[in-house]
């Protein structure tokens, strides 16, 4: 491993580091895709493996699975809206919840062969189901989604499958038990009249019973007993033996509540601007905000299209910065290594339900096209952008490749470092700095959803394949610039990759500009640095 693999791993390892182990399906729309596309091939490898096994009554148990499944699998990867079907929430939900189940128990029953038992951690487990129903929570509570739409499939004027009474409940389920006491209730209610409007008498889990328990259940944390009350008596009649029932009963005496949830401004801005989608510009109008030709600093006869979004901070777009094969490549390289990304949380590096989406990471010398695209990203900005000539200090990051699963988004955030980080961390970081600026390129187009919000700048951007967000993280007196906290918006329909370069502040002090005045903002000089100081 060269100096600056070293150097850019232990990096990583404070706050992006990469899970090695991690083989969560819900996260990633591609491992979703690849799941359901390549069954057949996967059937057939643990086929032969089990084969391989001499384990008569594996076999047998394996024979009967393997011929029901491959059928499956062929009814499925020749369906013709296979690809709409897995752009889709509930399309996705279904295809999790399939492969679970199904999947259970020849997972149980090779345990004890790792050899055999590692070609399924491509297959979505219990807990990837557990993610898929926080998912449906989330896009209710960003965008405001009302249960009874989203049992119909329908989302934004796209329509798709349905959901079951079952899962509707599980959902209601999950965000009681998460103490998310209001979307509770509303799936409830949608649980319960989607199970009204079934054939009389339907024995169908759940029963009328438990679903009324539950919602009177909810109610009591909110204080409303004689509403309770009310659905315990309704419940009791329906189904007396029922655990939730019971449950009721009992919580109707101790009366459990639950603690007010607020939502603070960022989350109520980010909730706000991923509802717009799209907002091309911040705050008053300023003629600074402009769409022109750009020329490259070192390669001056190139000319990107740029649109300047915000004075300060300084947000820019740069359209058409690769070919859609350019793009394609980098999402090609990346595929086979993507691994859950990961947040910080005090020093340590963990999975979290703020950041659900895969990443790995290019060098430069892992492709010539990805070494060729930072520079290309070094003369749109006239920054130095290098992985490293003498392997330390950290001047540019690899290539950041990042893949959104269902309902995938990334929570508030700076991408600099912040103290604690950096003191953890002082002998990497002394001679480096930090992220000084970001450039963020879209490789998708997303149906709805997915857009960048920046809460303290009021400013959203929708994905557009082969467009370039870029923004400083610093102002030109090098000063922390907090406007720039931003977040991705969960992906409500369709597909999102991205690839992001960070630029640091070493290799950087004198190539951007300070500015001749303490009020200069980045536009101000921008022209001093596109034409090279001139």
């Given amino acids: 491993m060269s100096r600056v693999q070293i150097v850019f ?171 998310e006491i209001n979307a509770s209730i509303s799936w409830l209610n949608a649980t319960y009249d989607l199970k009204r409007s079934q054939s009389p008498g339907s024995s169908e889990y759940p029963s009328e019973g438990q679903i009324l328990a539950l919602l009177g259940r ?35 005496v101790t009366k459990p509540r639950a603690a007010p949830k607020e939502k603070n401004l960022s989350e109520q801005n980010f909730a706000r601007l991923c509802a717009l989608q799209n907002k091309p510009t911040a705050g008053p109008f300023d003629g600074r905000h402009v769409c022109f030709y750009r020329p490259a600093v070192s390669a001056p006869y190139y000319r990107f299209k740029q649109e300047v979004l915000s004075i300060s901070p300084y947000v820019a777009l740069f359209y058409d910065v690769l070919s859609d094969k350019e793009g394609q490549d980098i999402v090609d390289i990346a595929r086979g290594k993507l691994n859950r990304g990961t947040v910080e949380r005090s020093g340590s590096s963990i999975h979290n339900e703020g950041r659900t989406s895969d990443l790995s990471f290019i060098f430069d010398k892992e492709s010539e096209l990805v070494k060729q695209l930072g520079k290309r990203v070094g003369a749109i900005t006239g920054l130095d952008t290098s992985q490293d000539p003498s392997g330390f200090p950290y001047v540019g990051e690899p290539f950041q490749v990042v893949n959104y699963g269902m309902g995938g988004h990334y929570g508030v955030h700076l991408d600099p470092f912040d103290e604690v980080a ?59 610039d907090e406007k720039t906290f931003h977040a991705g918006c969960p992906v409500v329909v369709g597909h999102k990759w991205v690839t992001n370069k960070w630029i640091w502040t070493y290799g950087n002090t004198f190539t951007r500009r300070c500015g001749l005045r303490k009020t200069s903002t980045q536009i101000d000089i921008d022209k001093y640095m596109i034409h090279g100081w001139a």
């Fill in 218 to 252: 909810a109610y009591l944390r909110l204080n409303e007993d004689n509403r309770a009350l009310e659905l315990y008596k309704k419940a009791y009649i329906s189904d007396p033996t029922n655990g939730d029932v019971f449950e009721l009963n009992k919580e109707l």
């Fill in 9 to 179: 791993t232990a990096l990583m390892f404070i706050v992006l580091s990469i899970s090695k182990t991690s083989s969560d399906i819900y996260t990633s729309s591609k491992k979703i895709e690849d799941m359901v596309i390549l069954e057949e091939a996967l059937l057939n490898q643990l086929h032969s493996d089990v084969s391989n096994l001499g384990d008569e009554n594996l076999m047998s148990y394996f024979t009967e699975f393997y011929s029901n499944r491959l059928r499956k699998a062929k009814e499925q990867q020749t369906a013709a809206n296979l690809q709409d079907y897995l752009k889709h929430p509930n399309g996705v939900y279904h295809s999790i919840k399939q492969f679970a189940a199904e999947y259970k128990g020849i997972r149980s029953l090779l345990n004890s062969s790792p050899s055999v038992s590692k070609h399924l951690n491509g297959i979505a487990t219990e807990d990837d189901l557990a993610g898929a129903r926080r998912s449906f929570l989330r896009l209710q509570t960003v965008y405001g989604f009302e249960p009874s739409e989203m049992v119909k499939g329908e989302y934004l004027g796209y329509s798709g499958p349905g959901l079951s009474v079952l899962d509707a409940f599980q959902v209601g389920q999950t965000a009681f038990a998460e103490g």
């Fill in 422 to 480: 950096r003191k953890n961390n002082a002998k990497v970081m002394a001679d480096s700095g930090n992220r000084l600026a970001t450039f963020l390129i879209y490789l998708s187009d997303v149906e709805k959803g997915g857009s960048t919000a920046f809460v303290n700048a009021d400013i959203v951007v929708q994905p557009v394949k082969n467009m370039a967000l870029f923004w400083y993280s610093f102002t030109p007196a090098g000063d922390l």
